[in-house]
């Protein structure tokens, strides 16, 4: 099991000493940091600016919207931070949701996966720089097929580090966990549980049976899990750190109907729960929203309590398709992770 480090994305301001926390990840010998974007920070400054301070640590985006760049602008960023960081980087890519998309963006949703597999495609041949770019699917046209009519199919101009630059996909239902073993590199879960690990085996492998023979194999394929820790030896107040962030996404990061982070937690059997913590947060009491999330819920997303239990407790995760765990929390949580498993 390899350890990564989540930034995620940022809510007033920077996270306070995340400058820190990812020297620190670099130094302790973290196999990787990633960051996040909603509405507010972007996915790629943030990996850009500490990053350069590092000198080992990959770095990717967990996850970079589809929606907020087209296929080339998004390959251009990639193969410019592959050169900067001398072949660390990790592209990470995410369809997002409705909210996002369309209040956000201003575009439409409809159809992630099919405009996923297109975005995907167009990324990899700019990256792979074999021929001009071309594409003429539902969603993406190069050359445009309206407009003056004097586009022209165009190579980048800046040679790859690495042709076969990882791409990963960030999904959470079957249907996109498949569409990530099938075209990418990587599949980025958010909510993951031991408990769950045959469901998504499955989807994967429901992926690897479709996979294209060009990219590298599914014994190779990540599985880089965003996990929470907190090392306390009070569980209860472990749990409390943890418990407003899962209310956030059970009742404000998805609208009734096409919440699919709250989908992920109902799959581990919370239907009832996450429908009170969604009411509760849409009535505005957060603080009892939290307080409605049950503790077996965070332990079954997240590694916390006494060191001796955490330390038990990521037995479980090693008997799963998961290959990485991306800790989310402060530069504490990373000390005590690197002492844990170091």
């Known amino acids: ?23 620190a990840a670099d130094r302790l010998g973290f196999d990787s940091v990633w960051s996040a974007e909603a509405y507010g920070s972007d996915a790629f400054s943030p990996l850009a600016w500490w990053g350069s301070q590092t000198e080992r640590i990959r770095l990717g985006t967990a996850i970079a919207q589809i ?11 990639a193969l410019t931070m592959d050169h900067l960081s001398g072949g660390r980087f990790v592209l990470g890519l995410g369809a997002s949701g409705p909210q996002v998309v369309e209040g956000w963006y201003g575009a439409p949703y409809p159809r992630p996966l099919a405009r996923t597999r297109e975005y995907v495609d167009v990324v990899r041949q700019v990256l792979r720089r074999e021929s001009p770019v071309m594409a003429d699917g539902d969603f993406y046209q190069l050359p445009h097929r309206g407009g003056t009519g004097l586009g022209r199919p165009l ?26 073993a099938e075209i990418a590199d990587g599949w980025l879960p958010l909510f993951f549980a031991p408990s769950a690990d045959t469901f998504y085996r499955e989807a ?14 599914a014994e190779a394929f990540e599985v880089s899990a965003t996990v929470p820790v907190v090392i306390d030896d009070d569980l209860e107040r472990a749990a409390d750190v943890v418990r407003p962030f899962i209310a956030l996404y059970v009742g404000g990061m998805g609208a009734e109907g096409a919440n699919f982070h709250r989908e992920m937690l109902e799959r581990l059997g919370y239907v009832e729960q996450c429908s009170r913590v969604a009411e509760l947060f849409g009535e505005g009491r957060r603080a009892e929203a939290a307080a409605a999330v049950p503790t077996a819920l965070v332990q079954d997303i997240a590694l916390i309590g006494p060191s001796a239990a955490v330390r038990d407790r990521l037995a479980a995760w090693e008997e799963t398709v998961v290959t990485s765990i991306l800790v989310q929390g402060d530069l504490t ?4 992770v690197a ?4």
């Open 333 to 336: 949580s990373l000390r005590a």
């Open 1 to 23: 099991m390899r350890f990564g480090y989540h930034l995620g994305y940022w809510s007033a301001g920077p996270p306070p000493g995340a400058r820190d926390a990812v020297i």
């Open 204 to 217: 994967l492998a429901d992926g690897f049976a479709r996979r294209r023979p060009d990219l590298s194999p």
């Open 339 to 342: 002492d844990l498993f170091g």
């Open 67 to 77: 929606s907020a760049r087209t296929p080339t602008a998004t390959a251009m960023a």
């Open 155 to 180: 190579r980048s101009t800046v040679h790859p580090v690495r042709a076969d630059l990882p791409i990963h996909l960030a999904a959470q239902g079957p249907r996109n966990v498949a569409l990530a």
